[in-house]
Nanobody, 126 residues
Framework: QVQLVESGGGLVQPGGSLRLSCAASGLTLDDDGIGWARQAPGKEREGVSCINRSDGSTYYEDPVKGRFTISRDNDGNTVYLQMTNLKPEDTAVYYC???????????????????WGQGAQVTVSS
C-alpha cells in the first residue's frame, strides 16, 4: 500500500523560501508520478507540480512556475518541492500525492492523483 508523508511546512515571511519533502513507501512501477496539490481555506484543491520518477519529466501550474522546483532523490522514493519567493496567496495545506503518471494533460492538471498524504501547512505571512 502506498504511503506518503509530508514534512517541511511552516510559517515564512513573504519573499521567503521553504522546502517540502514527501517520503513515499510501498511504491510500485504503477506509481510513477509523485507530485503536490494544495488547498487554501475556502478554495478547491489545485495542482501545484509533479515529477515522473522514471524519466524526471516535470509539470508546474502557472501560479508557481519560475518560483517552485520539484525534484527527486536517486531512488525516487523522496520528492522535494523547493518553494522560493513565496507569496501570501501560496498559503495552503500542501498534499503529496501519487499517480500512474503525472496527471497533467496539455500542461494542465487533471486532478487524477490516486493516493494522498495527510498534508503539510504552509503559511506565508508577515
Amino acid at each position: 500500500q502506498v504511503q506518503l508523508v509530508e514534512s517541511g511546512g511552516g510559517l515564512v515571511q513573504p519573499g521567503g523560501s521553504l522546502r517540502l519533502s514527501c517520503a513515499a513507501s510501498g511504491l510500485t512501477l504503477d506509481d510513477d508520478g509523485i507530485g503536490w496539490a494544495r488547498q487554501a481555506p475556502g478554495k478547491e484543491r489545485e495542482g501545484v507540480s509533479c515529477i515522473n520518477r522514471s524519466d524526471g519529466s516535470t509539470y508546474y501550474e502557472d501560479p508557481v512556475k519560475g518560483r517552485f522546483t520539484i525534484s527527486r532523490d536517486n531512488d525516487g522514493n523522496t520528492v522535494y518541492l523547493q518553494m522560493t519567493n513565496l507569496k501570501p496567496e501560496d498559503t495552503a495545506v500542501y498534499y503529496c500525492a501519487s499517480a500512474v503518471r503525472c496527471p497533467w494533460i496539455h500542461d494542465s492538471y487533471t486532478g487524477e492523483f490516486d493516493y494522498w498524504g495527510q498534508g503539510a501547512q504552509v503559511t506565508v505571512s508577515s
